[in-house]
T-cell receptor, first 117, second 114 residues
Framework: EADIYQTPRYLVIGTGKKITLECSQTMGHDKMYWYQQDPGMELHLIHYSYGVNSTEKGDLSSESTVSRIRTEHFPLTLESARPSHTSQYLC????????????????FGPGTRLTVL | KNQVEQSPQSLIILEGKNCTLQCNYTVSPFSNLRWYKQDTGRGPVSLTIMTFSENTKSNGRYTATLDADTKQSSLHITASQLSDSASYICVVSDRGSTLGRLYFGRGTQLTVWP
């Protein structure tokens, strides 16, 4: 069982609020990821990190920001939430792949369902 | 453009029956293909991972096949159970970057009725 945690599981907030979605993993993985998923749609990568002090933007443009001060912790912050941010946010982590042909299995957290009114 | 297409979009079967889900991809250069199961409101959980040289892999009642020549994969579920009701997502990884970029399908929503 993968040990990756996300809190809160559900969040309903008003427009303009600042929020932070928490993600922690106890597997010592260097790589961590944030995905956004709308109902019936594919996951879209919004942020990733190779390790401490490393953060990169993913394929889908997002107004959120992330930080990676500790290996196990990868929080995502929205400075001013809007209804368009309503979605499910999934955090994942992975071990380093063994070369470019190696398998890079990602373990997912349970997700945070965010609703902005 | 790297894409992953899944069919059918949704499927309803009776408990105890078998079913097969399809995945076609255009991702290149190919590294591996994985099938995930995602229960409603949860994160995806890996079922199988196959590299280029593997053409079949089983995990209990789940059997995945891969044809790297035609870029097709299938997931066969045997003797379905109510707990199999979930979205099944096909994910393909490329080997063109150190990130191990993943390309996700939209999933097949499987419902198993008693």
């Amino acid at each position: 069982e993968a040990d990756i945690y996300q809190t809160p599981r559900y969040l309903v907030i008003g427009t303009g609020k600042k929020i932070t979605l928490e993600c922690s993993q106890t597997m010592g993985h260097d790589k961590m990821y944030w995905y956004q998923q709308d109902p019936g749609m594919e996951l879209h990568l919004i942020h990733y990190s190779y390790g401490v002090n490393s953060t990169e933007k993913g394929d889908l443009s997002s107004e959120s920001t992330v930080s990676r001060i500790r290996t196990e912790h990868f929080p995502l912050t929205l400075e001013s939430a809007r209804p368009s941010h309503t979605s499910q946010y999934l955090c994942a982590s992975s071990e380093p792949s063994s070369g470019t042909g190696g398998v890079n299995e990602q373990f997912f957290g349970p997700g945070t369902r965010l609703t902005v009114l | 453009k790297n894409q992953v297409e899944q069919s059918p979009q949704s499927l309803i079967i009776l408990e105890g029956k078998n079913c097969t889900l399809q995945c076609n991809y255009t991702v290149s250069p190919f590294s591996n293909l994985r099938w995930y199961k995602q229960d409603t409101g949860r994160g995806p959980v890996s079922l199988t991972i196959m590299t280029f040289s593997e053409n079949t892999k089983s995990n209990g009642r789940y059997t995945a096949t891969l044809d790297a020549d035609t870029k097709q994969s299938s997931l066969h579920i045997t003797a379905s159970q109510l707990s199999d009701s979930a979205s099944y997502i096909c994910v393909v990884s490329d080997r063109g970057s150190t990130l191990g970029r993943l390309y996700f399908g939209r999933g097949t929503q499987l419902t198993v009725w008693p």
